[in-house]
C-alpha cells in the first residue's frame, strides 16, 4: 500500500501515519521528521531548512526532492507531509504510484488550539497534546524523555503555516481529484475514529474498478 496524507498543519495526519504503519507494517516517511534530525545533528541541510522551518515557510524543492528521492521506501509506505506542493505531487508521480491521497480535514479554529498543547518528547519523537495528554506534565510516557513545544508549532507560526497551506498545498486536492485518488477523512473526532474512516477507505482498494 502507498499513501500519501494530506491535511493542514496539526490535523492529526503524523499521528494517523504512525498508527497505520503499525497496524498495517509499512514505514512512514515524514520529511518534517528528516528535517528535524537534521537540525538535531546541525548539519549545513538543517541549518539551511531551520531558516524556513522556524518562520513556517516550506523548505525549497531544491532540499526535499533530492532528500525524498535519497530515502523514499521502493515498496509500501505512508507519506506524512509531502507533497506539498505541485512540483513535489509531479515530482512524486514520477517516482512511484500512489493507490490514495487522504486528506485529514479540521477546520481552523481546531488546529490553532492544538498547536498551543502539542509537545514533542526530545528522547523518543512521540507527540502529546489536546487529545493525548501525558501522565507527568512535561515527561514523556514512554522513554521519560523531555517534552517541548516546536518553534515551528508557535501560534503566530502555526498562522503562517496555515497560509502556506492554502496557498501551496490545497491546488493538491484538484490535482488528485483529478487522478481519482483523493479522499476526505474528518480529523475533528477521537484518533480511533479518524482510523476508522481511513481503514474504510483502504478496505475499498480491492473493491475499485480499474
Ligand atoms: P511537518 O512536520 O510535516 O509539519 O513539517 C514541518 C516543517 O518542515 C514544515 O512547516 C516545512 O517548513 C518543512 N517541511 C516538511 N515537509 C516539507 C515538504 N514536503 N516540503 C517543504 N517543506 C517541508
Redesign the pocket.
Known amino acids: 500500500m502507498r499513501l500519501v496524507l494530506l491535511g493542514k498543519?496539526l490535523s492529526g495526519k503524523?499521528t494517523q501515519a504512525e498508527l497505520l504503519s503499525q497496524k498495517l507494517h509499512i514505514r512512514t516517511f515524514?520529511?518534517?521528521?528528516i528535517?528535524r534530525k537534521e537540525i538535531e545533528k546541525k548539519t549545513k541541510l538543517g541549518k539551511n531548512a531551520q531558516k524556513?522551518?522556524e518562520k513556517?515557510?516550506?523548505?525549497p524543492d531544491s532540499i526535499?526532492l533530492p532528500l525524498v528521492k535519497k530515502y523514499l521506501p521502493q515498496k509500501g509506505f505512508i507519506l506524512?507531509?509531502?507533497?506539498?506542493d505541485l512540483v513535489?505531487a509531479e515530482a512524486l508521480e514520477k517516482m512511484r504510484s500512489i493507490d490514495f491521497v487522504i486528506d485529514v480535514h479540521c477546520p481552523q479554529s481546531l488546529l490553532l488550539k492544538r498547536a498551543t498543547s502539542r509537545r514533542e518528547c526530545l528522547g523518543c519523537g512521540k507527540i502529546y497534546g489536546l487529545e493525548f495528554p501525558t501522565q507527568k506534565k512535561g515527561v514523556c510516557d514512554h522513554c521519560q524523555g523531555k517534552l517541548v513545544q516546536r518553534k515551528?508549532d508557535r501560534e503566530s507560526t502555526v498562522r503562517k503555516?496555515l497560509l502556506v497551506y492554502d496557498k501551496q498545498t490545497k491546488p493538491l486536492i484538484a490535482f488528485y481529484k483529478k487522478k481519482g485518488l483523493y479522499r476526505k477523512v474528518s480529523g475533528q473526532k477521537d484518533v480511533a475514529f479518524v482510523q476508522k474512516q481511513i481503514f474504510q477507505i483502504l478496505a475499498s482498494k480491492n473493491k475499485r474498478i480499474k
Open positions: 498543519p503524523g515524514s520529511v518534517g521528521e528535517l524556513y522551518m513556517g515557510k516550506l523548505v526535499i506524512d507531509g509531502f507533497p506539498r513535489q515551528d503555516r
